[in-house]
Nanobody
Framework: QVQLVESGGGAVQPGGSLRLSCVAS????????MSWYRQAPGKERELVAY????????NYADSMKGRFTISRDNTKNTLYLQMNSLKPEDTALYYC??????????WGKGTLVTVSS
Protein backbone atom coordinates (compact mmCIF):
# COMPACT_ATOMS: atom_id res chain seq x y z
CA GLN A 1 0.00 0.00 0.00
CA VAL A 2 1.46 3.31 -1.10
CA GLN A 3 1.61 5.97 1.57
CA LEU A 4 2.97 9.51 1.67
CA VAL A 5 2.81 11.09 5.10
CA GLU A 6 3.69 14.74 5.49
CA SER A 7 4.64 16.45 8.73
CA GLY A 8 6.32 19.58 10.00
CA GLY A 9 3.67 22.15 9.23
CA GLY A 10 2.54 24.71 11.75
CA ALA A 11 2.13 28.37 12.53
CA VAL A 12 5.10 30.70 12.12
CA GLN A 13 5.68 34.43 11.99
CA PRO A 14 6.77 36.18 8.79
CA GLY A 15 10.48 35.71 8.28
CA GLY A 16 10.47 32.41 10.11
CA SER A 17 11.41 28.93 8.97
CA LEU A 18 9.87 25.48 8.84
CA ARG A 19 11.06 22.11 7.63
CA LEU A 20 8.52 19.78 6.10
CA SER A 21 9.04 16.05 5.82
CA CYS A 22 7.30 13.39 3.76
CA VAL A 23 7.85 9.75 4.60
CA ALA A 24 7.11 7.38 1.73
CA SER A 25 6.28 3.69 1.78
CA UNK A 26 4.90 1.01 -0.51
CA UNK A 27 6.93 1.87 -3.61
CA UNK A 28 10.52 2.39 -4.71
CA UNK A 29 11.20 5.87 -3.44
CA UNK A 30 14.67 6.22 -4.93
CA UNK A 31 13.44 5.72 -8.49
CA UNK A 32 10.60 8.22 -8.20
CA UNK A 33 10.55 11.92 -8.93
CA MET A 34 9.33 13.64 -5.79
CA SER A 35 7.63 17.01 -5.53
CA TRP A 36 6.07 19.44 -3.13
CA TYR A 37 2.89 21.21 -4.12
CA ARG A 38 0.79 23.69 -2.20
CA GLN A 39 -2.74 24.96 -2.26
CA ALA A 40 -3.72 28.22 -0.66
CA PRO A 41 -7.32 28.97 0.33
CA GLY A 42 -9.36 29.79 -2.74
CA LYS A 43 -6.51 29.05 -5.12
CA GLU A 44 -5.47 26.17 -7.33
CA ARG A 45 -2.78 23.72 -6.33
CA GLU A 46 0.65 24.84 -7.54
CA LEU A 47 4.06 23.24 -7.84
CA VAL A 48 6.56 24.37 -5.23
CA ALA A 49 9.58 22.27 -6.16
CA TYR A 50 10.58 18.88 -7.45
CA UNK A 51 13.65 16.71 -7.17
CA UNK A 52 14.56 14.11 -9.73
CA UNK A 53 15.30 10.47 -9.16
CA UNK A 54 18.90 9.25 -9.20
CA UNK A 55 20.61 12.63 -9.77
CA UNK A 56 18.52 14.51 -7.18
CA UNK A 57 18.43 17.59 -9.39
CA UNK A 58 16.24 20.22 -7.71
CA ASN A 59 13.92 22.62 -9.48
CA TYR A 60 11.79 25.41 -8.01
CA ALA A 61 8.90 27.67 -8.85
CA ASP A 62 10.18 31.20 -9.33
CA SER A 63 8.59 32.59 -6.18
CA MET A 64 10.31 29.95 -4.05
CA LYS A 65 13.82 30.21 -5.47
CA GLY A 66 16.37 31.25 -2.88
CA ARG A 67 14.00 30.67 0.04
CA PHE A 68 13.03 27.00 -0.19
CA THR A 69 15.26 23.96 -0.50
CA ILE A 70 14.00 20.53 -1.52
CA SER A 71 16.04 17.46 -0.66
CA ARG A 72 15.64 13.72 -0.31
CA ASP A 73 17.17 10.93 1.73
CA ASN A 74 16.76 7.71 -0.20
CA THR A 75 18.05 5.67 2.76
CA LYS A 76 15.11 6.94 4.83
CA ASN A 77 12.53 7.14 2.02
CA THR A 78 11.99 10.73 3.06
CA LEU A 79 11.49 13.96 1.17
CA TYR A 80 12.16 17.33 2.79
CA LEU A 81 11.33 20.97 2.18
CA GLN A 82 13.28 23.57 4.09
CA MET A 83 11.38 26.84 4.00
CA ASN A 84 13.09 30.06 5.06
CA SER A 85 12.05 33.72 5.01
CA LEU A 86 8.43 32.69 5.06
CA LYS A 87 5.81 35.18 3.93
CA PRO A 88 2.08 35.37 4.62
CA GLU A 89 1.48 34.39 1.00
CA ASP A 90 3.21 31.07 1.71
CA THR A 91 0.23 30.08 3.84
CA ALA A 92 -1.17 26.91 2.30
CA LEU A 93 -1.68 23.20 2.61
CA TYR A 94 1.55 21.58 1.43
CA TYR A 95 1.37 18.22 -0.34
CA CYS A 96 3.95 15.60 -1.12
CA UNK A 97 3.74 14.00 -4.58
CA UNK A 98 5.42 10.97 -6.07
CA UNK A 99 5.69 10.23 -9.80
CA UNK A 100 6.76 6.67 -10.34
CA UNK A 101 8.61 5.14 -13.26
CA UNK A 102 5.49 3.14 -14.18
CA UNK A 103 3.54 6.39 -14.62
CA UNK A 104 1.53 6.13 -11.44
CA UNK A 105 1.23 9.24 -9.28
CA UNK A 106 0.51 9.46 -5.57
CA TRP A 107 -0.37 12.23 -3.14
CA GLY A 108 -0.15 12.72 0.58
CA LYS A 109 -2.91 14.31 2.60
CA GLY A 110 -0.99 17.49 3.23
CA THR A 111 0.40 19.50 6.10
CA LEU A 112 -0.80 23.01 6.89
CA VAL A 113 1.58 25.95 6.98
CA THR A 114 0.29 29.24 8.36
CA VAL A 115 2.43 32.37 8.21
CA SER A 116 1.00 35.20 10.23
CA SER A 117 2.00 37.84 12.73
Amino acid sequence: QVQLVESGGGAVQPGGSLRLSCVASGFTFSSSTMSWYRQAPGKERELVAYITRFTSSANYADSMKGRFTISRDNTKNTLYLQMNSLKPEDTALYYCNAKRVNGMEHWGKGTLVTVSS
